[in-house]
């Protein structure tokens, strides 16, 4: 009928939950594929989407066949140091561990060889499962073995996976590309982004934010909608005006009270209200060089035009510290007592 009303949709029951959490792990499964033969996520609806389940079931099966399936100890395990997923929301590992005690394991987690951890294995996908796990008490969990990665490799394969899935954000980009930068995983940001086929750009705004306290960029990577833009802006902030203003912003952004754009004008309000920058730094007039006998830099003199006379060493030992320093001061006592002394005299 034209006029009838619409139902508000159920809560969800335990046994839609159970389900919500089987559909959950069947995507681990389709991400883990698409990761490990190339292929895109499935298309979930009408009769294309009931081949594209009945294919992914089938290359399962023949990945099992290839794969050995065994059973680790939790103890044996350890998360991939380069997990691309920084952030998990725990109300979904405690919904996961419901669904594992009632049907059991039927997807195992991927598990490597790494030469960080010898004797261990190196999860590189099922972290949610393994702590899952780890939350009912059980103390092994069905794994399928790969070949030996690398740290590069781990990197690039787990994110892989949660990019399939939809799963990984832009601030589990930002924590992770710090950390696998920081560790020399990559050697650089630019071969970070064609290693991912990302923009410069892209990169290097996301390891931007990396730099905003890591209890924003949680409670940011929990609210939809909220992305690069809202976090590159609300580091802005924290640059131009502290951590208390910027989380002052960042409540009107997760109550949905502050768009990019209302961001951007508040971060040109403050750049107009900031104190006006320090003059120009003085330029000397004069500078020598020090190298040592080898060639090695080891200081310069400097003289600037506003009087100052600077020297600076480095690399010196304690004893030859001491040494220059006797000289200087000798020899600095003699001008001035000369300089200054005819200057006086002058005056008289």
Known sequence: ????????????????????????????????LSATTGESSPNRSGSDGLAALHSVASSHANISNILPRL????????????NPREFYNSSDIDELAVLLRREGQ???IVVTKNSRFPGKYVIVDGERRFRAKKSLGETTIDCELVEELTDQELYIRASSINRNRAEQTVFDDAVAWERV???????????????????KSTVSKTLHIAKIPKAFLERMAAKEGVGLAHAYNIKLIIDKAGNAAAERILELVLAGEMSVRRLEEHVKKLDSTSPPRAGKKTHYSGNVPFQAPDGREIGALKQYRDGR?????SGLSEQQQALIVGKLETVVREFVASEFSTALEKQD
């Open 1 to 32: 009928m034209a006029n009838k009303e619409k139902l508000g949709a159920p809560k969800l029951g335990l046994g839609a939950s159970i389900r919500k959490g089987m559909a959950s792990e069947k995507l681990d499964v389709d991400g883990r």
């Open 71 to 82: 059973q680790v100890a939790l103890e044996e395990l350890v998360s991939n140091p380069f």
């Open 106 to 108: 039927h997807v195992p």
């Open 181 to 199: 930068l920081a560790q020399a995983v990559f050697e650089s940001q630019d071969a970070l982004a064609e290693s991912l086929g990302l923009t």
């Open 309 to 313: 006379t600077e020297l600076k060493l």
